[in-house]
């Protein structure tokens, strides 16, 4: 990963922005990088919580993530910890759920702490993209706002 | 029901002495019931036939074998006789040797308990499948998990495929997709196989080893296994003899909780096999939450439970030790509070020369 450059704030002129994808199956997050770079974005991985926190803290993804697709289900850090701590530190970086357990508790009390999407496996590559693009436009919003 | 079950009760009761004349279905049912019941003492059994299959299992459970009825039916100490023999003279036989005191069960009264034991023991097969569906009750979250993600993978690759230009790429995704497919599917077959109902069949020789490893599979379905390392130490050839549907059955049950013991921050399971004179033994430790000094006593009690409503059914572990008790074997538990729990059971040896 790049150190903290001067340029951090112009990001790579062909990127719509950056993801990061948060799933314990390497096969998963691979679809979904193919999927979210068809549109234009910057796919970063993590396998679970912990790499998650490790990667956002890491030199310009502090200011240049823009979006956390995140799985529930994780080793070391779930998802939900994860989620926790991000909402808590990086409340303007918009989160969307993508798991595999379609539970409404479970969504309910995540779209409650401010996650903009629940989605259940499998999701259509168009919806993925679709949220995404959604919860980007909330993140230029918040940026917006100062 | 509890107060039969009351142990200081039975305890002070000096055991109903019951000998058996008959060894084929009549005898065998009557032997692997009665012999698990503590006030029941078991002096002999016997049968015209020398072959009859119930005085093979009565030498397997060292209960005394004689080809002398009349010295059977005589005994003194002898409180009652079960004539599950189906011979219409043999009631006359007794009532010519038996001493006074002795009670007789024969004709239609043997009929009838012969029928309850039948019926206890469908009965008891219903409790374990049900046992078990409410167990796959709970995998639920697992099983979600495990279909989704690859489904997940088909659709994303599925979807790359109808713009993918790359020979190459086709090749691999299309692999993957198969690949996948077969993973899900692979999921279906273990878990019809495993809630089907318990078969009756005979008992068979049984590969402990291979059984753990089957149930290690079954319960990563149950439950999540992240954060747990698995740790395998196998002795070659340790083979019981058994149900093979029975043993997996106990061992998924032991597994599961073993691994929801360290659903909090992890740990290590390990399945240990080991053959010695005494027996084969199966060993299944955890390094999770342990179980209180006090609640050792009552793990395997039925409908005792420390998991929440609608979580345990709290006849796992009561329909684990009825299992092992029918196959004539132990289990014992060790456990410290905070650092887990090791479950040991123990199956005779298989004698080779009946199977």
Known sequence: ?146 | MQHLTDRPAIEKLTPIKVAILGAGRGGIALLDLLHQIPSIEIVGITDRDPSAPGLQRAQDLHIPVTDRADELVSNHGVNLIMDVTGDPAMEQFIHAHKQPTTDVLSGSASRVLWELVRHEANLQAELFHAEKLAGIGSFATGLAHDINNPLQLIMGLAENLADETDLKAIHEQAQDIVEAVRRTSAICRDLTQYARKNSTRDDTMVCLNNRLDEALKIARYATSFHDITVQKAYQDGARIKGNPDEVLHILVNLITNAVQAMEQGGGALTLATKKSNDGVTARITDTGCGIEPDLLDRIFEPFFTTKEPGKGTGLGLYNVKTIVTKMHGKITVESRVDHGATFTIIFPPPSEDHS
């Open chain 1, 1 to 146: 990963m790049e150190q903290f450059t001067s340029g951090f704030f112009m990001p790579d002129q062909a990127t719509n922005g950056r993801v990061l994808v948060v799933d314990d199956e390497a096969d998963i997050r691979k679809v979904v990088r193919m999927t979210l770079q068809k549109a234009g974005y910057d796919v970063l991985e993590a396998e679970n919580g912990e790499k998650a926190i490790e990667t956002i803290n890491y030199g310009e993804n502090r200011l240049l993530l823009d979006v956390l697709v995140c799985d529930i289900r994780m080793p070391k850090i779930n998802g939900v910890e994860a989620i926790a701590y991000f909402r808590a530190n990086y409340p303007r970086v918009p989160v969307i759920v993508l798991t595999g357990f379609p539970d409404t508790d479970m969504a309910t009390s995540m779209l409650r702490q401010g996650v903009v999407d629940y989605l259940v496996k499998p999701v259509e590559g168009e919806k993925l993209r679709e949220s995404v693009a959604r919860a980007m436009e909330q993140r230029e919003l918040a940026h917006l706002q100062g």
